[in-house]
């Protein structure tokens, strides 16, 4: 008789075992910050200028298009100037701001192409 309530079971779609034990899934990890501040709230500008100019110079979304190491120096002066000696997470958007009123001044096709690869290159190394 057991074997025909088990028969009887299986046919229901019933089981008597017990389900396997699964691991929970492994929890993803946070994405690194690989921007130059590398998750520090404020660097000094001596070492963000020494960051910007020995990081990459392909510019995001140009078809391959660099700025040149005398280019990146100059935008960590720029960034020295205004934003004084050290470059803080909050100063992003004003940054920004900055350079996106810097395009809207530009009068020439060639003054926008430039303020425009510097912020593509800028969100890339910066973050948003």
């Known amino acids: 008789m057991a074997i025909e309530e088990r028969k009887q079971e299986l046919n229901r779609g019933g ?3 017990r389900p396997e034990k699964t691991s929970p899934p492994p929890k993803a990890e946070p994405p690194k910050d690989t921007s130059i ?4 709230t404020a660097i ?3 070492e963000a200028a020494w960051k910007i100019r020995k990081s ?7 078809g391959g298009a660099m700025l040149s190491e005398q280019e ?4 960590a002066n720029e960034l020295s100037k205004k934003y004084g000696g050290y470059l803080e997470k909050g100063e992003k958007p004003l940054i920004y701001k900055d ?3 810097q395009l ?3 009068k020439t096709g060639a003054e926008k192409l430039k303020v425009d690869r510097k912020i593509r290159w800028l969100k890339d ?3 948003q």
Do not use: D, N, W
């Open 99 to 101: 350079l996106y009123k």
């Open 104 to 106: 809207g001044q530009a």
């Open 125 to 127: 190394k910066l973050g």
């Open 15 to 17: 089981t008597t075992q």
């Open 44 to 46: 000094p500008m001596s």
């Open 37 to 40: 501040l590398g998750g520090k």
């Open 72 to 75: 990146r120096m100059e935008i």
């Open 56 to 62: 990459s110079p392909y510019i995001p979304g140009s």
